[in-house]
């Protein structure tokens, strides 16, 4: 039944996608044998309780590897023509799970202004139906975020962002096809993966792991500098941005598609008051809170319940509604 299963997924999931101008994912059949229990949190324990073997269950990761191979011929890592880094709305993605809850979180999908001020907003619940698998978080949460987009360009056009900023990676990924490049190629619209912590691809050399970067990161000062992350080869698939003068930590950019990484990090610095750019550190607050009003956890119930916290949590509120 399962070797079935996988069979008729490489069918309906890659074939029909080889000639397709616009990509998308159909992880139905996968929700057959791959749906996670909230109650479970390692992927082994998962898979075992299942039934799902090593082996088969490399045979789903090489479907998906085929598809992230077609993906990937459709990455684009210049500017366009006309590009310019001067923009009228960018745009935020970002996905928030329920606390102990590896299934159900909120989506959500913000785009600013040049003001860094919030014109768009859109959360949604999502269920996911794929495991995560590292290196595959595009099929687990790519289309959720990608809908979003998707219904916004529908609605509101008028507030279809100059680029998306996702928290993910593009092609600072080891099959160089990151959730970014999903969403960008997906949505045709130029997309940056923005990382906040280092994917360790250490099979592409030492600039991939973290004492290297650490090291290197360190003699940096000034808000907008930044250290490449190169191949062996000299390939470079990103780089470790510092995003103010205060921050210890970088953020990783990469491009998704559509234009080049120097432009990608020029975008992320600018828009930057924090460690995090706004874009996806307002999708993160917004999603949080989302499922803090909708979906709290106990503590957050209790908290609710004391004498004296009335005040803050219509502080916390307001702010939200004001952004």
Known sequence: MLKSCISKFNKLLIAPYCDSAKLSYNCDILSQFLLIKPAEHKMEDKLDKLGIADDELENIKQAWIAEQKEYRSRIVEKDPKDWSNKFSYLGGLDISFIVGDDVNACACYVVIDTNLELVYKD?????MTAPYVPGFLAFREAQFLIDLVEAQ????????????????????????CGIACHIGVATGLPAVGVAKN????????????????????????????????????????????????????????????????????????????????????????????????????ERQKQVKKQPGKKMIKEKSTNHMENL
């Open 123 to 127: 959360t949604k619940m999502v269920k």
């Open 153 to 176: 360009k529908t609605t509101r056009p008028e507030v279809t962002p100059h680029a998306l900023l996702v928290d993910g990676n593009g092609v600072l990924h080891p099959r160089q």
């Open 198 to 297: 280092l994917h360790q691809i250490q099979e592409y050399g030492d600039q991939f792991t973290r004492e290297n970067v650490r090291e290197r990161f360190s003699i940096l000062t000034q808000a907008g500098q930044h250290i490449t992350l190169a191949t062996t080869e000299g390939r470079i698939l990103g780089a470790a941005l510092k995003t103010s003068a205060e921050s210890s930590n970088p953020v990783y950019v990469s491009v998704g598609s559509g234009l080049s990484l120097a432009s990608a990090l020029e975008l992320v610095n600018k828009v930057s008051k924090y460690r995090v750019p706004e874009p996806t550190r307002q999708a993160d607050m917004i999603s949080r809170e989302f499922l803090r009003q909708n979906h709290p956890t």
